[in-house]
């Protein structure tokens, strides 16, 4: 009666908002003895062979970039809503379930947490509002001793809300009309060097002007990236970068994969109450209007 009692408890806390589980509740979740009041487990890997070398149990395997794709010329953009919501509901995701979403990779420049983030945006965008993060990932898992498995799963059809969130997202005009104004800011996810132009991969070099610095991977641990850094050891650094919950708060990054891991944290660890998603991105930035927006390149990291 106590164990039973215990996953309750840990089952509503787990389903109160998105956020973060550690592994060993995770693993308790999956474990539920009634099939019904288990997780939707997604790992969102883009190798499929890290898959099938091992997950999760119960894990589904959602490959992060099956939700994007060129549009107008534009690379890796954001799918139409409907090929989305089928993609999703292929998945299993589903408005009455809990979702427990990981990855692996868990050195830099490996960057699978970011598939996970751009996942729960996604996630989070359609309406679902019971999502977390397995902190640590895969990684994390194997360090504690639990066990990976190679089965394959399969969630049935799930059902989605039947209203989204779409106010998480910004589009270019919000940017436009964002940047400048008191109490806002736009914050670039990616690396110091590509904020500085100084990289071999973009149409256009620098960042968009307006936009401060903060990589993304200071709000992880180095010695495993799906490993959040717990708000009390960030929150000077962030402050020290006028990053503060009263601003109105844009985020953006190369793709928008760097950028979902920052608001991750600062709206659902943080729990900033006023951050967005520029997902047009640097890369559609570059493009729009005759590749006519202005672009400033230099600068240094905020706060540092």
């Known amino acids: 009666m106590k164990s039973i009692l215990t996953l309750l408890l840990i089952a509503t806390a787990a389903q109160a908002e998105i956020g973060l589980i550690s592994p060993a509740d995770a693993k308790k979740l999956i474990e539920n003895p009634d099939a019904s009041q288990r997780p939707i487990v997604l790992d969102t890997r883009g190798g499929y062979k890290d898959y099938f070398r091992g997950h999760l149990p119960t894990a589904h ?85 639990l066990t990976a498995i190679q089965d394959y799963f399969g969630n049935p059809p799930g059902h989605l809300p039947e209203k989204g969130n779409p106010g998480v997202a910004a589009n270019i005009d919000d940017v436009q009309a964002h940047v400048g104004k008191p109490g806002n800011l736009l914050i670039d996810a990616r690396p110091i060097n590509e904020f500085r132009g100084e990289d071999d991969v973009w149409l256009r070099k620098g960042h968009i002007p307006g936009a401060i610095s903060f990589h993304w991977a200071r709000l992880v641990e180095k010695d495993n990236t799906h490993k959040f850094k717990p708000f009390a050891e960030v929150k000077a650094d962030l402050e020290k970068a006028g990053i503060t919950p009263d601003k109105n708060i844009i985020a953006y990054c190369g793709t928008s994969r760097e950028g979902s891991l920052l608001m991750f944290y600062l709206k659902h660890v943080a729990g900033y109450p006023h951050v967005r998603l520029y997902e047009g991105a640097w890369k559609e930035y570059v493009w729009l209007k005759g590749k006519s927006l202005p672009a400033e390149t230099g600068g240094d990291p905020a706060g540092e």
């Open 61 to 145: 395997h959602l490959e992060f970039d099956t939700l994007r794709g060129t549009d107008h010329a534009v690379p890796v953009q954001y799918l139409p809503d409907d090929l989305t919501q089928a993609l999703l509901t292929r998945a299993g995701v589903d408005k009455d379930r809990l979702h427990l979403v990981y990855a692996t990779g868990d050195v830099l420049p490996n960057d699978e947490i970011l598939s996970t983030t751009m996942v729960v945006y996604v996630l989070e965008k359609v309406g679902v509002e019971n999502i977390k993060i397995v902190d640590g990932g895969l990684a994390e898992w194997t360090k504690q001793g």
